[in-house]
């Protein structure tokens, strides 16, 4: 399968996606899980089994998530992965409708990317010395990337879009992907955000731009309703920009699960 290596992040981080891009093959028809190029993650979790089957995707990839725990759950089943000898950790999950498509275009209409900058979505033409470097650039932010072949478009239908400045180095990044199963309850909405701007180009609405431009094409083109985006306590900037696209804290959380002996301390989101 072209570009199955390209798989980015820590040696932990790899490891997780390259058994999340083989596992996928085997849970891609249960609409209780999805992928997201990162790890297969339990998208709804209101079921009795939610933290055994959350121990056993951490048993299999060294890392998982649930994405929509209800925030009255949480400590619950904090307890439940402490006991089992597994890390955790929660953030908030933001989530936006048609009032963000709203001050998405609200946003276009008023403000413009700087002039030395152009825009491209990655795609299966885009160089992979390209996608290399966008990966270290938003990894260097923070934030974790996803495999090549779904930053490209190829695994799960969304768009991944990079800003590139004059000298054709990427400078900034915002996603959204439709991966949620067609029975689920989130089945028109995108696991959206992944938005970063390299440091020296902080502060002129480049992400700002770029994240209400990933808006309005899956709004337009995958008819997406729904943004869903997790944001890590004390992410001051992130909440803000968020704010400023409509997506708004919700009664979830996010709830990711690592095994120690991969990651110290580590998350799975920002
Ligand atoms: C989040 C991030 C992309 C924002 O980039 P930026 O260039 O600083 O932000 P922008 O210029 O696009 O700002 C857009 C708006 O958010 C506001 N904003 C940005 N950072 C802010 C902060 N720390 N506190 C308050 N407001 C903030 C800006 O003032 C601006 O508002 P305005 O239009 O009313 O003037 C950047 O800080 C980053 O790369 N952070 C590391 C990665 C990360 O945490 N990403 C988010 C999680 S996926």
């Not at 309703?225 to 696209?245: D, P």
């Amino acid at each position: 399968m072209r570009f199955q290596d390209e798989i980015f992040g820590s040696e932990a981080q790899k490891t997780v996606a390259t058994r999340a891009r083989d596992l996928w093959r085997t849970y891609k028809n249960d609409g209780r899980y999805s992928y997201n190029g990162r790890a297969v993650v339990l998208t709804e979790c209101e079921g009795d089994d939610t933290a055994d089957l959350l121990i056993s995707l951490t048993q299999a990839q060294g890392a998982t998530a649930c994405l929509f725990l209800p925030r009255a759950q949480s400590e619950k089943m904090q307890n439940a992965i402490r006991a089992s000898g597994l890390s955790s950790n929660l953030w908030t999950m933001c989530r936006g409708q048609k009032s963000t498509y709203d001050a998405a275009n609200r946003i276009l209409n008023t403000y413009s990317l700087p002039e030395d900058l152009t825009v491209e979505c990655l795609s299966q033409d885009t160089e992979t010395h390209f996608v290399e470097s966008f990966a270290s650039m938003v990894t260097d932010c923070g934030v974790l990337v996803m495999s090549g072949r779904v930053m490209r478009g190829l695994d799960i239908p969304g768009v991944t879009l990079a800003a590139i400045d004059g000298a054709g180095n990427p400078v900034a990044s915002a996603w959204g992907y439709k991966c949620y199963h067609e029975k689920s309850g989130y089945a028109d909405h995108a696991f959206w955000g992944g938005l970063s701007c390299r440091k020296d180009r902080r502060g002129h609405r480049i992400a700002l731009i770029l994240g209400a431009m990933s808006i309005v094409r899956l709004w337009d083109e995958f008819q997406v309703r729904g943004f869903c985006t997790g944001v890590a306590a004390g992410n001051t900037a992130s909440f803000s920009v968020c704010e400023k696209l409509g997506i708004s804290p919700s009664d979830y959380v996010g709830f990711g699960i690592t095994d120690p002996a991969m990651f110290q301390g580590g998350s799975l989101t920002r």
